[in-house]
């Protein structure tokens, strides 16, 4: 039965050094901010974490890769201009990359949840990603055989959730949280409010209570503003 | 592997030596002219999100997001900005009406399992057979970032590769074989590029359109599969 707590601290209390943390989000779209800058606060470190990026700019994921604390990333897009803290320890060696297509990394996490042994994907076959990797040919296609990702704990963001741990997203920070929290044993939600039983559509629950532990509401998404297309064109890039 | 020529078809190659190379915008209306009314489409990020300037909003063409949306606007500006609707290379945008927002691994099976109609995606290398390179220099220093690219290369029904012909130090990008690490093998259907438009065929590469150059030209540039055919 999910837990409504107090703070963020209390909500990742029990991270111990050396786990897997799934962390939502998409770039700082669903990027649950309040409880990464917990997770740095509890201090945990030597974690294995998954998203699908290595953190930008100085906040959230970012932050916890510049203060030491990630051993290995699980990641399909490390590379932005604005990841310098992880491009800086991956070149002096200090993290440890592991590079999964998007998809293969979603339907990873997806399978750990559904309780999936391992699954047959075209994506990836015959480049460096598969390599080393069983290979089967279905119908005279071929696939490439991936195995669940698991994790002890996943850090999401959702908007809303109702007193039994149902969620709601918004817009496009829904990505990874409804996959990745029933691939932890132990999900951990923040959202932007809390309402009571009854208080969301049966109908519009996208990821059911059963699949979260912990949920602390920490108020409207507090991560780094996502800068419009034409402030990044006037620092010369195009979008 | 047996090397192939560029072949002209007469039905089908026209040549344009009456104008320069496309510039980066007519290249993106180009291909926006050409993806079918009502198509389901994804456009990668760089070079390609400019097609979405160029589609005719009657078109009835949908654009999907990796990140998790069908029917995606045009880029967000001013108090439009809201953090928590963004593209897949994290910039702002908008949604328009009859657009869904849906997880990631819903996103990717739409691609996978090829409910997608076409994607668009940019290249550092396209081999005469189709394969793509272009999520990995292999350089010591360059830091690899696949994304979604693979699951597009092998799930979109048509796959249009945006890129200029050659390098800036004038090296071909369509290559007898990719030096570069595979992205997917034989996903490439059409190349769109400054100079040419050109089909991937079992029969060959097939010159559609020549732009500031004869297929001759492009031919001798390019060195690949000379006097073959």
Same mark, same amino acid.
């Given at each position: 039965m999910a837990e409504i707590v107090a703070t963020p601290l209390d909500a990742v209390a029990?991270?111990?050094?050396g786990a897997t943390v799934m962390i939502g989000g998409f770039g700082d779209a669903g990027q649950p901010v309040a409880l990464i800058d917990a997770l740095i606060d509890s201090g945990a470190s030597g974690l294995v974490v998954v998203n %699908? %990026? =290595?953190?930008?700019? $100085?906040?959230?994921l970012a932050r916890l890769i510049a203060a030491g604390r990630v051993r290995r990333i699980i990641c399909?897009?490390?590379?932005?201009?604005?990841?310098w803290h992880f491009d800086e320890k991956y070149r002096a060696g200090e993290i440890e990359l592991e590079l999964v297509p998007q998809g293969n990394l979603a339907e990873r996490i997806r399978a750990a949840g559904a309780g999936i042994g391992a699954f047959y994907t075209? !994506?990836?076959?015959?480049?460096l990603l598969a390599e080393g990797k069983e290979t089967r040919e279905i119908d005279g296609r071929h696939y490439v055989l991936e195995y669940p990702l698991r994790a002890d704990f996943a850090l999401i963001r959702a908007d809303v959730a109702d007193e039994r741990g149902n969620l709601r997203y918004r817009k496009t920070a829904r990505n990874f949280g409804p996959i990745m929290a029933p691939a932890a044993t132990t999900t951990v939600v923040e959202v932007s409010r809390i309402v009571p039983v009854?208080?969301?559509d049966p109908e519009n629950?996208? !990821?059911?209570?059963? /699949?979260?532990?912990r949920i602390v509401a920490v108020g409207p998404a507090g991560g780094a503003p996502a800068r419009s297309a034409g402030e990044r064109r006037t620092r010369g890039e195009r979008p | 592997m047996a090397s192939r020529d560029i072949v002209i078809e007469p039905s089908v190659t026209v040549e344009h030596t009456d104008r320069g190379p496309l510039a980066p915008d007519e290249l993106a209306a180009l291909i926006a002219g050409d993806i079918p009314a009502g198509s389901y489409v994804n456009l990668g990020i760089g070079?390609? !999100?400019?097609?979405a300037d160029h589609l005719?909003? =009657?078109?009835g063409i949908v654009l999907h997001t990796e990140n998790g949306m069908l029917g995606m606007g045009p880029a967000a500006l001013g108090d439009q900005v809201d953090p928590d609707l963004t593209n897949a290379g994290k910039i702002p945008v908008t949604e328009l009406p009859g657009a869904a927002y849906f997880h990631h691994a819903d996103s990717f099976a739409m691609m996978r399992g090829g409910h997608l109609d076409v994607c668009v995606l940019g290249a550092y290398q396209v081999s005469v057979t189709g394969d793509l390179a272009n999520w990995?220099?292999? $350089?010591?220093?360059d830091i690899p970032a696949v994304g979604g690219a693979m699951d597009l290369a092998i799930g979109a029904r048509s796959v249009y590769v945006m890129m200029t012909?050659?390098?800036?130090?004038?090296?071909?990008?369509?290559?007898?074989?990719?030096? /570069?690490?595979?992205?997917? =093998?034989?996903?490439?259907t059409r190349l769109y590029t400054d100079l040419a438009v050109l089909d991937v065929t079992p029969r060959g590469v097939v010159a559609r359109q020549t732009f500031g150059a004869t297929v001759a030209e492009l031919r001798a540039r390019l060195g690949v599969a000379v006097g073959t055919s």
């Open positions: 029990g991270i111990a050094d %699908n %990026n =290595a953190g930008s700019g $100085e906040h959230g399909s897009f490390p590379r932005q201009t604005d990841s075209p !994506t990836g076959f015959g480049t009854g208080g969301l629950v996208v !990821t059911p209570g059963i /699949y979260v532990d | 070079q390609p !999100t400019r097609v005719d909003p =009657a078109s990995h220099t292999g $350089e010591p220093d012909l050659f390098t800036r130090n004038g090296a071909p990008k369509l290559v007898q074989a990719c030096t /570069y690490p595979l992205t997917a =093998a034989g996903c490439v």
